[in-house]
């Protein structure tokens, strides 16, 4: 027998509602928003590691 898999939807920000991610069997990344406007989402909401490592390192 198979194992069922459960398809849980994960707690998103309000922005990205409707939001979809899958990978086909080609490996490919499938979404339905535009990359643009998800690095657009990402930089102003997300902070970057190496950057504040870098900034820590230079004092």
């Known amino acids: ?3 069922k898999i459960k ?3 994960p707690q998103i920000n309000k922005e ?3 939001f979809s991610i899958d990978i086909n069997e080609f490996g490919e ?3 339905n928003y535009k990359i643009d ?3 657009d989402f990402l930089n102003e ?3 970057d590691r190496k ?3 870098g900034k820590k390192n230079t004092k």
Request: avoid cysteine; charge should be negative; aromatic fraction near 0%.
């Open 1 to 3: 027998m198979a194992k």
């Open 7 to 9: 398809k849980e939807i």
């Open 16 to 18: 990205l509602e409707g």
């Open 29 to 31: 990344i499938i979404t």
């Open 37 to 39: 406007k998800l690095n």
């Open 45 to 47: 909401n997300v902070e």
């Open 51 to 53: 950057l504040e490592e």
